[in-house]
């Protein structure tokens, strides 16, 4: 008579990650993000026709997973088994749990309650190991939620703060940026002003050497003289026109 077999199954101490991560890889992003640029080209071109991204059938079986889930229609929603508000203020603390924190909250505040967190799980363990049975640990589990409970809370009155230090972030990055673009105009503009002013000089020389030509050119007619001079004129003024061309071309 066979004997039962034994399933010998090792329970894990937190759940396996959903199945449809394996759909994030770099290639099926690239291809989401295409489908994505040709959605919004047909949308600009036909306001009539309807975006391919508007409906998860419209989208490969592989990209599904990455459309992300439309916002709540009636702005209510659910976390932890508890019905929330996308209108809510801040959750206040429960009764039975005290403040550790002084409001509003300060990174050095955050660190603090991280530092006691980390503090209190090491000395839950420590009773655990030295004695399972004991019930020491009682109190210690309710130090650990209420500290986890204040550092939740931190955080999120601590979200205006941190929105409000990166838009100013975001705004000296603008008026830098725009610094530097006031800075290359008035590099340029000298830069022009530069070349203005040798075409300046090189049109009054120009029209010094023609009136100079005139003059040499009545007096070789009057004396037939030779042109030696005036072919020195004109080297003198291509080498000008050279060095304008070369600024103009830097």
């Known amino acids: 008579m066979a004997e039962p077999q034994t399933s010998s199954?090792?329970?894990?101490?937190?759940?396996?990650?959903?199945?449809?991560?394996?759909?994030?890889?770099?290639?099926?992003?690239?291809?989401?993000?295409?489908?994505q640029a040709d959605s919004n080209t047909d949308l600009e071109d036909n306001r009539n026709n309807r975006s391919p991204l508007n409906s998860l059938l419209d989208l490969p079986s592989e990209l599904r997973y990455l459309q992300p889930p439309p916002p709540p229609p009636n702005g209510r929603y659910r976390s932890f088994g508890e019905d929330r508000s996308l209108a809510a203020p801040i959750i206040p603390l429960p009764d039975e749990t005290s403040t550790l924190y002084t409001s509003p909250p300060t990174p050095a505040s955050l660190i603090q309650l991280t530092r006691s967190i980390l503090l209190n799980f090491l000395e839950l363990v420590h009773i655990l190991a030295t004695n399972p049975s004991s019930t020491e640990y009682g109190p210690k589990w309710d130090d650990l939620r209420d500290l986890f409970r204040n550092a939740h809370q931190a955080v999120n009155e601590y979200r205006p703060h941190q929105a409000r230090e990166a838009l100013i972030l975001m705004m000296e990055a603008q008026v830098e940026r725009g610094r530097r673009e006031k800075e290359g105009i008035e590099e340029l503009r000298t830069r022009i002003d530069k070349i203005l002013e040798g075409l300046g000089k090189g049109l009054a020389e120009r029209e010094v050497k023609e009136s100079r030509v005139n003059e040499t050119e009545l007096r070789q007619d009057s004396r037939g003289g030779d042109d030696e001079e005036w072919d020195r004129e004109l080297e003198d003024e291509e080498r000008m026109w050279e060095v304008l061309k070369e600024d103009l071309d830097s």
């Open 9 to 35: 199954s090792i329970t894990a101490a937190f759940p396996a990650p959903p199945p449809f991560y394996k759909h994030f890889t770099e290639t099926n992003l690239a291809r989401f993000a295409e489908l």
